[in-house]
């Protein structure tokens, strides 16, 4: 047990007591320091995959086919730009400023999902993308809206309800062009082919290497492990793939009808650990992407600071 | 200036739909109450339920703390008689 010397373990015993009874530790509540040290670490790594996955389909606003397509790709990113907020918010309840966290993000010491740190090729990865890596995101964040951290959860019930048009959307990408030309029909199978593995590793690490699965459970914050909400992307996944006529990459995979799960093969860890250590395909333009946006974003910040000191002054002159 | 990211905390309260109360939804950033307005708008009320919005700065916010809620809350919880199920009618009589 990872306990540190500084919270008391008359206290603690208490907080673990309240867990076990399936209570909810809200922002004032006491908490060791540990607790709030990985909430503080998986929130805003959350909030900053949220900020950074705007990036990859940004790249496609404005190449998308249609009106109907842009519009929607647009009520996306600005969703995931909300979603982002949101968990900034709940992570400041935890005594973090959110100007500590963007610092953060764009100094490097804070990470970010990894599959954002691969490239939107074709229009069918903006499918493949709300499909696959927002179905699989959806399945952690519902698990994560029981979490036991307050504000955490609710954050979560916010983003599910919200996140389910993001998949529909993509899920119908990629059927229509399933079912459209020879070369419609290969450029979304490309798309799988290239997003699957990836999306597979967004559950994290295999529980026996997870360096903080132990704990996360143990506190509540995590309630299932990333294995088992691996194999539940993937039995979901798999019969949408049938549906529409694609395949995923795996020769390994088969259905296990004893235990009703698609075993599938073995994950390329070292990939995983790569990207996740800043030697993925973008890694580097993401990062540039987001310095660039908050460094031109500078002049708005001092404008609209500019503006509320001169209403106030305004303000006082009537006043007086 | 004074900061980078670091304007004011405000809190955020939508109330979905005619006749219900106005919620606590979280907060945003801003500068003065019309732009923490406007803040909140694009971050809490980007789907259609909406129909009004509160945004008051946190730091005008007094919360009761955990330490103090048993005896802040007991009152409330000792006194049967406050509730209906404390009371026995005849039976076969339509109380409601």
């Known amino acids: ?59 496609w606003i404005t190449r998308a086919p249609s009106l109907r397509r842009k519009m929607v790709l647009l ?19 935890l005594g973090i400023d959110r100007e500590e966290l963007v610092e953060q993000l764009l100094t490097g010491k804070a990470k970010y999902s990894s599959i954002f740190n691969y490239p939107t090729l074709t229009w069918a990865d903006i499918g493949v993308i709300g499909w696959l890596v927002d179905g699989a995101a959806i399945v952690n964040q519902t698990m994560l809206a029981k ?9 979560m019930i916010r983003i599910c309800k919200e996140e389910n048009f993001h998949k529909r959307q993509g899920y119908e990408i990629c059927t229509v062009m399933a079912k459209g030309t020879p070369a419609q029909r290969a450029m979304v199978q ?12 967004m559950f994290g690490p295999s529980d026996g290497t997870s360096p903080n699965s132990a704990e ?38 088969r259905y296990n009808a004893e235990t009703e799960n698609w075993e599938f093969g073995a994950i390329d860890w070292a990939e995983f650990q790569a990207v996740i250590s800043g030697n993925g395909p973008c890694n580097r333009e993401r990062m540039a992407a987001r310095r660039k946006a908050h460094d031109d974003g500078a002049w708005v910040r001092e404008a609209a600071e500019a503006h509320a000191a001169k209403q106030a002054a305004r303000s006082r002159e009537h006043a007086a | 200036m004074s900061s980078e990211t670091q304007w004011p905390l405000w809190e955020v309260f939508t109330q979905e739909g005619d006749a219900a109360p106005h919620e606590h939804a979280g907060s945003v950033h801003a500068v003065d109450a019309e732009h923490a307005m406007q803040n909140a708008r ?34 409330g919880s000792d006194k049967a008689y406050r509730h209906p199920q404390f009371y026995k009618s005849p039976r076969g009589v339509k109380i409601f």
């Open chain 1, 75 to 93: 009520a996306k990113v600005q969703d995931e730009g909300g979603h982002g907020l949101y968990i900034y918010c709940g992570t400041e309840t």
């Open chain 1, 216 to 253: 996360l459970l143990r506190w509540r914050v995590k309630r299932e492990t990333n294995d088992a909400l691996r194999q539940r992307f993937v039995n979901l996944t798999i019969p949408q793939a049938q549906a529409i006529g694609l395949t995923v990459p795996d020769p390994d995979l």
């Open chain 2, 42 to 75: 694009d971050v809490y009320a980007r789907r259609g339920k909406v129909v009004s919005l509160w945004v008051v700065p946190t730091a005008s916010i007094t919360a009761s703390s955990p330490g103090d809620a048993g005896p802040l809350f007991d009152p």
């Open chain 1, 190 to 201: 490309d798309a799988v082919n290239r997003w699957w593995w990836p999306s597979l590793m």
């Open chain 1, 1 to 59: 047990m990872t306990v540190s010397t500084a919270d008391d373990p008359i206290k603690l015993a208490e907080f673990e007591a309240r867990l076990e009874r399936g209570e909810t530790i809200e922002p004032k509540d006491w908490m060791p320091e540990k607790y709030r040290k990985q909430l503080i670490r998986m929130m805003s790594q959350h909030a900053h995959s949220e900020i950074v996955g705007m990036l990859p389909e940004g790249n």
């Open chain 1, 147 to 155: 979490t036991s951290y307050g504000p955490y959860a609710r954050a």
